[in-house]
């Protein structure tokens, strides 16, 4: 219980104002540092909005999200900004990389965002990342000027830059075909097990949710199944 | 700030077309800022050259008509120290009415006399005999070409003329001038100090003290200052502000009206800046989300925009300076007089110039506030949900 990296409590997520829809009732759900997690589903059980949740991105209409043993309730635009920055990574189905930047840009950019400037040490980094993804041959590409393969690695390769604790994916290959879909999760293990990161991945494919540490159900809003290895 | 700054740039480079068309706009702005800017003002000061250039500005004169100022060189010293810095070309001027008769016919004329080499500086006489010289000797004078027209007078002619008090004189014509002023070039002759003295029977003294000044619309203020300094109630000082109202009121509301003119196209520049920034604001929408998603403050967001819009800014100033100074220099170049001159002299105010594009910047950097304001807004949620 005590070394959840992040845990949602009571949250409860309503849409809508006059015609209500319940996305989310009173889920109770902890990750533990390290782990490796798979959320599955069927479509509109609730996955997204639970991970935009925990990512912060969203704000549940009740309950809180604890991040590091700190409740996110209270915190300012600013602060929770700050925390995503430092703590959250996120991979989506589609990359969002800047069309405008170059990969090695793109990758270099969470820690912009937080420095302002690259300096030498970060490049390295950067382009460290890049190699552990296999990009160093396209890290001077502009972001338009890549694959959909080597686009969805670029958003890893981001997600990763700043070390974070967490790294919340929701369905990053679902525009992927088989085989890149295998490189990636390959990717994500090697990453866990070599920076002990924890990820938390939703995915449709049962493929990949059966190679997870552990497999989270969600069934209309709530947690119909549980499977911890 | 750098990221922002950074982000701005790219931005802006990569929708190239967008961004030259926006640089365009603003030039254009700023070019007819400039260019009507420098028109009016070089109308301006042309007309106010050719109203007051070759005139006097300030003139100190007795009171009472038909007095005297009886010590001038001492009157001279005392206005040049009322403000050293602005009085120039003071010349003292013995003038009257008198009759002109020739055998065929007569006319009222103004006999003016002065110093030749004072007079040079207001009225740059030298420059203005058409034909024959100056009159230097005694009894040589000078008339208009008008003059010498109408009344069939050529160079070594005598003429005569008549004082109100009966006293004639006779008189050699050594040359014609032309002031370029009809009404002027018809009813003056000029003469030497002299000349003028002993016809006109004033002994030692003038009958005023002209001048001009180096900033010509200071006039009013610097004759006030003459007035002080000189403290004589028998003396009456005048400036060409207080003679030509009507001109000034004209000058004013050309100002006014250009202005307005500036201030309308500083509107019309804004909005599009405005607008264009808003269409960029969804164009980019997606590159916004994942920035906050990841962490960037909302202001900092912001500020990529505001930095758009003074980059626009700058750039459109500089192309609009080029593209204002090229107009004002070809409408004066190659919009002429039938002479070959041109109808607006070439005249440029950087002051002016810095001015607008000052403005320009701030305007385009303000423009940019609205779409900043959107996108301080933004929620990245939108942006990862509707893809
Ligand atoms: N902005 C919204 N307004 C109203 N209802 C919403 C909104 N966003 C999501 N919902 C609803 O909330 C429920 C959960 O949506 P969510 O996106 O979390 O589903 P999901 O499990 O991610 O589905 P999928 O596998 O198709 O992505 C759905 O019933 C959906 O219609
Ligand atoms: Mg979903």
Redesign the interface.
């Known amino acids: 219980m005590d070394n959840f990296v992040v845990e949602v409590k009571g949250v409860s997520k309503v849409y809508g104002k006059t015609i209500k829809t319940v996305a989310l009732h009173e889920l109770n759900l902890g990750f533990k540092t390290g782990s490796f997690n798979a959320i599955i589903g069927e479509s509109g059980s609730g996955k997204s909005t639970l991970l935009n949740i925990i990512g912060t991105l969203d704000r549940p209409t009740k309950g809180e999200v604890i991040i590091n043993g700190v409740s996110t309730r209270n915190m300012s635009k600013g602060r929770l900004a700050d925390l995503r920055n430092e703590t959250l990574g996120f991979v989506f189905q589609f990359h969002y990389l800047l069309p405008e930047f170059t990969a090695l840009e793109n990758v270099l950019m969470p820690y912009r965002v937080a420095h302002g400037k690259a300096d030498k040490e970060s490049q390295k980094r950067a382009r460290e990342i890049l190699n552990l993804v296999g990009l160093e041959k396209v890290e001077n590409n502009l972001a338009t000027n890549m694959s959909g393969g080597q686009q969805q690695r670029t958003a890893i390769a981001r997600a990763l830059m700043n070390k974070p604790k967490i790294i919340l994916a929701d369905e990053p290959t679902g525009n992927l075909d088989s085989q890149t879909t295998d490189s990636i999760y390959q990717l994500f293990r090697k990453i866990n097990q070599e920076l002990g990161t924890t990820f938390v991945i939703i995915t449709h494919d049962r493929r990949v949710a059966e190679k997870a540490d552990r497999i989270v159900e969600i069934l209309d809003g709530r947690v119909s199944l549980d499977i911890i290895k | 700030?750098?990221?922002a700054f950074d982000?701005a740039l790219?931005?802006l480079?990569?929708s190239k077309g967008q961004t030259i068309l926006i640089v365009l706009g603003i030039a254009i702005g700023v070019s007819v800022q400039i260019f009507i800017g420098s028109l009016i003002t070089g109308l301006q000061k042309s007309l106010v050259d050719k109203t007051v250039g070759s005139a006097p500005q300030i003139t100190v004169a007795p009171q009472e008509d038909g007095d005297f100022i009886l010590d001038p060189q001492a009157e001279i010293k005392t206005i040049k120290a009322a403000n050293p810095e602005e009085i120039t070309n003071l010349v003292a001027v013995t003038q009257g009415p008198a009759i002109l008769k020739t055998p065929a016919e007569s006319t009222t004329i103004i006999l003016r006399g002065f110093d030749w080499g004072a007079a040079q500086g207001i009225y740059k006489i030298a420059d203005r005999v058409v034909k024959g010289e100056l009159g230097i000797n005694e009894n040589e004078v000078i008339i208009g070409k008008d003059l010498s027209k109408n009344l069939n007078v050529a160079i070594g002619d005598a003429i005569e003329m008549i004082t109100p008090t009966g006293k004639t004189g006779e008189f050699l014509v050594t040359g014609f001038f032309d002031l370029q002023v009809k009404s002027l070039n018809e009813s003056w002759i000029l003469t030497n100090n002299g000349t003028a003295q002993t016809f006109l029977e004033t002994g030692e003294g003038v009958s005023q003290i002209e001048m001009q000044v180096n900033d010509v619309f200071a006039a009013d203020e610097v004759a006030m200052d003459v007035e002080k300094r000189l403290n004589d109630e028998t003396l009456i000082v005048t400036n060409w502000k207080e003679e030509n109202v009507a001109l000034l009121s004209g000058l004013s509301g050309q100002t006014a009206s250009s202005l307005m003119i500036q201030v309308f196209v500083l509107i019309s520049v804004v909005l599009g800046i405005a607008s264009v920034l808003a269409i960029s604001v969804v164009q980019k929408s997606?590159?916004i989300?994942?920035?906050?998603?990841?962490?960037?403050?909302?202001p900092?967001a912001s500020l990529v925009f505001l930095f758009q819009g003074f980059l626009l800014g700058i750039l459109g100033a500089f192309v609009g300076i080029a593209l204002g100074i090229g107009l004002s220099w070809s409408f004066a170049t190659f919009v002429t007089n039938p002479d070959g001159s041109s109808l607006v002299p070439f005249y440029i105010d950087w002051v002016f110039i810095g001015v607008s594009a000052g403005i320009a910047v701030i305007a385009s950097t303000l423009a940019a506030l609205i779409p900043a304001i959107r996108v301080s807004k933004l929620d990245?949620?939108e942006?990862?949900?509707n893809?």
């Open positions: 700030m750098k990221l982000i790219r931005f480079k990569s997606r590159q989300g994942i920035l906050k998603a990841m962490g960037m403050h909302n900092k990245p949620m942006v990862i949900k893809g």
